[in-house]
């Protein structure tokens, strides 16, 4: 319903307007007041104002306060959060006396989420650029081009909280000098220093003889014997004495210490010490010879060959390992046992009817030697005992002989025999005996073999002296065999021979 | 068999011969010294070549041993050489004239012996004991 108001009554004021435009003025203010009424609704003495015939911009207030309003009419107002300058959960937060809320309402650390814009006015990024905050990328590690690089690059206070120096110091990060290294005194030297280099002088160290390696001792604080040379002055040996054997397979039973075993199955030498085979490396030994470097001796196939022209070669066995090497395998009949032995090395031999050594006499090698024999010539010509080399029978082997009267042994006596079938070594005159005998041989290059020889001859006991020569074949590789020449020349057997190469 | 070939004017004999040398055949046993070279062959010495070559070592040796032989008889008479006895003995020394007669019986026996060795066969010659024989003609006494 609405309310109206009446209009009132019409009058005439006198001469001031007529009664019709007072009227008419009064009638429109009643219907303005009624037209304004009309908004509202009224009854039982109250004006309401009904929500339909309100606009907001579109908005109708009616729908906007349906449901927020109470039934006493009262606005209806959404539950309204915490407010506070604590934070705490569900709280909304106020600021403090200072204008500014508590720092602890912002989700800080890492994961929180928070993403200022700016961190000091500077921006951050992944790729660098002035005044800008570098951030990783995908990799999680920063662009290069963040770092100072270059001569002209930073330089850091510490590494790991850790200062460097030149100087040693604990807990200090080495630099090096002006030269470029670092000074010895950061190094943990000194026995129990636990340094372990590579190399020492560029030599790196080996329990196995090894040609260019430093040596390192076994477990039993030895170097290993085929560290050592097989000869020389002095403590240069593996051993003083040893007894070398030839075969296919290592004894089990029956040696004695430092014997010497070769096995022809894969070229190894071993030496029997502290009751068990230990191989020695003869390659080095070897190879430190003359006739290695002058090109007469090599190895083929791991077998050691020795060469009278650099043309042909011939088997044989490095005899090495003792200062003095007892030979123990000979083959007396075909002469396949042919030995190699260094310069300052020392064979002996038993019962030989020749002496199984090679030699190159490109290097011009110097032997001496000894015969523990007896031999008696009982003919009416002299016996001159001596070898043929490579068991070849030679024409004018030479000996100047010079020996003493036999009775009284005062006066001088000279013999020369000069086309003896052998190289001469002694000189028995008829009736002449000997039981020892010494040599000095030379071997050139010129295919002449030189020697000197000293003879005890039993008969009045006497000395003889001589002086011979004799030219062998150039394809002359060992002493060869020993033979007595006469009308028919026979062989002879030794029950001791020794030699020992002096260069 | 084995083979004999030359190397530096020299015959060597040997099992095998050097890989491109021209070798020859020869018997077993046989020495260089059995063998020379002929117009650059190698060729047997004869046997009465061989056997020269054993008498002229034979006399060789035993002209040697005679030598040695007078000069300790010499010496232990104290004598210097023949010269000396020579000089004594012409002094009517009789020890010097018995030792002058001594060493003409022993030349004697001496050359004698050299004349018998150029007829001698190799074989004979290389059994004689040169020392015993030596001894032989010194035996001589003047009774």
Known sequence: ???????????????????????????????????????????????TLPASSVTMSGLRLDSFLLVGHNPDGTLKLPPMPNFTVNPSPNAVPMAGNDGKISVNWLPLGHNSGLNADTVDNFHASQVPAPNTIPVAGNDGKLNPAWLPAGSGGGDADTVDGFHASQTPAPNTIPASLSNGKLHVNWLPTGHGGGLDADTVDTFHASRTPTPNAIPVAGSDGKIDAGWLPITGSGGGSFSYYGRLTVGTSLPASGNNEGDLFYRTTDNKLFVFRNGSW????????????????????????????????????????????????????????????????????????????????????????????????SYNNNAAVDHVIGLRPNNIALSGGEMRHMHSAINPPTSLNVVVNSNASVFPLYLLTNSGSMDYGRFSVSIRNNNVMHGITLTQIVTGGFTALASTRATIPSSSYWFGTVFVHQSTPSQLTVPHVMLTRVA | MKYAWIENGLIFIGDLAPEGVKAFEVPDHTLPQDLKVVEGQIVPKTEEEKAEEVREKVRKEILKLARSFVNRKLEGAGYYGLGDVKIYADMNYREAQELLAWYVHFEKKLWSFLEDLKGMKAEDVERLNLQELINSFGDYTTA
């Open chain 1, 278 to 373: 230990s191989e020695i490396n003869w390659l080095p030994f070897v190879q430190a010879s003359p006739e290695w470097i002058a090109g007469r001796l090599r190895v083929q196939g791991g077998q050691l060959q020795v060469s009278p022209d650099g043309t042909n070669w011939h088997n044989c066995i490095p005899c090495v390992g003792a200062s003095v090497i007892r030979i123990a395998t000979v083959d007396n009949t075909s002469y396949t046992r042919l030995y190699w032995i260094a310069p300052g090395q020392t064979v002996v031999l038993d019962n030989v009817n020749h002496v199984p050594i090679v030699f190159a006499k490109d290097v011009n090698p110097v032997y001496n030697g000894y015969f523990v024999v």
């Open chain 1, 1 to 47: 319903m609405k309310k109206r108001i009446s209009r009132p009554y019409r009058f005439q004021y006198r001469g001031i307007a007529s009664s019709a435009e007072h009227n008419a003025e009064h009638d429109l203010f009643t219907d303005s007041i009624n037209e304004l009424y009309g908004i509202f609704d009224y009854e039982n003495g109250n004006f």
